[in-house]
């Protein structure tokens, strides 16, 4: 469902997630390792803004797991993936509840420190790699053990 073409299938499916995932440590753990990660960062990139918000979602919560194996922990993994960009620039657009569910992600994913380095706030912007964003949300990394 996650890997649908139609964009309403990615926000029940990602809705549908979110819910089980909440309500259980061994369905995050069963939904990760059925390989769901890659595809919920796909959707950050969605034309549906709902689709967007629940996937933010759905990786802030992916990103408390901890490993199942001696790899890195998921909040590693998730960055290393890609998410990070889309998560920032879903800091620009004009919905409230998109903007929340980005620094909500991007405040669990920052306390790792080794990911603090790949987001950047300088001068009121939040900036990667790749260049500036336009800031909406001060201090998502002020106090990253906070989020």
Do not use: W
């Not at 929340?100 to 990911?115: I, V």
């Not at 949300?137 to 106090?143: P, S």
Request: overall charge negative.
């Amino acid at each position: 469902m996650l890997r649908s073409e139609d964009s309403g299938v990615h926000y029940e499916a990602v809705g549908v997630i979110g819910n089980l995932v909440h309500s259980s440590t061994e369905i995050k753990k069963q939904v990760l390792t059925e390989g769901a990660l890659q595809p919920v960062i796909n959707l950050l990139s969605s034309p549906c803004q709902e689709s967007q918000r629940e996937a933010a979602l759905l990786l802030g919560q992916f990103a408390t797991q901890p490993p199942d194996d001696d790899g890195p922990d998921y909040k590693s993994r998730i960055v290393q993936r890609g998410a990070v960009p889309p998560l920032i620039r879903m800091l620009a657009q004009d919905d409230t509840a998109l903007k929340e569910m980005a620094a909500f992600a991007l405040g669990r994913l920052a306390q790792n420190t080794h990911n603090q380095a790949g987001i950047v706030q300088v001068n009121g912007q939040f900036t990667t790699a790749s260049g500036p964003t336009s800031s909406c949300v001060a201090g998502v990394l002020r106090a990253p053990a906070q989020a």
